[in-house]
Structure formats: C-alpha cells, structure tokens
C-alpha cells in the first residue's frame, strides 16, 4: 500500500489534458466510504455541467455487469439525448431516476458560487449523494 500510494502521489494530473487548474495542487491521499447498493459497488453516477446557474446538460453513466462503462446524456430537463455517430457500444440509454428534478435542483444550489462547474451525484434510493466537482467536462 506505501508503495502504490506512493506512485500515486508522484503523478501529476493536468498537463495531459491542458487542465491547467491541476497544476498547482498538492497532491494528498482522500479516503471515503463506498457507497454500495444490493451489496455491491454503486453502478450509476450523474455529472451535472451546470453553466451560469443553469443545467446545461447531465452525462450519465454506469457499469455493466463486467465492469464495463456505458454512458449517455440527456438535455437539462432529462430528455435523452441520441448516440453521436460512432459512439459505438459504450453509449447506452440509461434510466433517469425519479429524483432527478432534485438532483439537478440540489447540483444548481451547490454551483452557484462559479460561472461553471460540473457536478456530480449518486442517488440511492431516493437518497441523493454528492460525489466530486470539476471545473473540467
């Protein structure tokens, strides 16, 4: 574990992708509980891309029964959108739960300090769980 955790904290994020809001963070070690659902790992999490106050579209994904990740989106108000071209077997209509117009309200409230952030959620249950925020897509 010192040896892994050790590697993880040399690596540096941000250069790879031009994240340059990366470049300066300590690199440090966060442990949280995992959330499970029937006994195993939660499968399905939201990322909210809120702009300005506003919703402007939720990324949804989950894992498949091998681990696999499927995805898709759906505009602010949860209408799905279609696969782009070429998006191939990753992309998967998955089922928006009923306290979706919740978790979007609850995404908006925790942004609005910045003129845009991504944030993400899991629900459980009806339950709603704050994941991370990204300034990144």
Same mark, same amino acid.
């Given at each position: ?22 470049? &300066? @963070? ?10 499970? !659902?029937?006994? /195993?790992?939660? #499968? ?43 998006? &191939? @077997? ?10 979706? !117009?919740?978790? /979007?309200?609850? #995404? ?30």
């Amino acid at each position: 574990l010192r040896r892994r955790s050790a590697r993880w904290l040399r690596k540096r994020y941000g250069g790879k992708f031009g994240e340059w809001a990366y470049r &300066g @963070a300590a690199p440090r070690i966060f442990v949280e509980e995992m959330l499970m !659902q029937d006994g /195993r790992p939660i #499968a399905k999490e939201y990322k909210f891309h809120v702009s300005n106050g506003r919703t402007a579209y939720v990324y949804a994904a989950r894992q498949d029964e091998h681990g696999n990740e499927q995805k898709c989106h759906f505009d602010r108000d949860g209408q799905y959108s279609p696969a782009p071209p070429g998006s &191939g @077997a990753q992309w998967a209509r998955i089922e928006l739960p009923p306290s979706f !117009q919740r978790m /979007r309200d609850f #995404a908006v409230t925790l942004t609005a300090p910045f003129d845009h952030m991504r944030c993400d959620l899991y629900e459980i249950d009806g339950e709603i769980y704050f994941s991370e925020f990204s300034v990144y897509p």
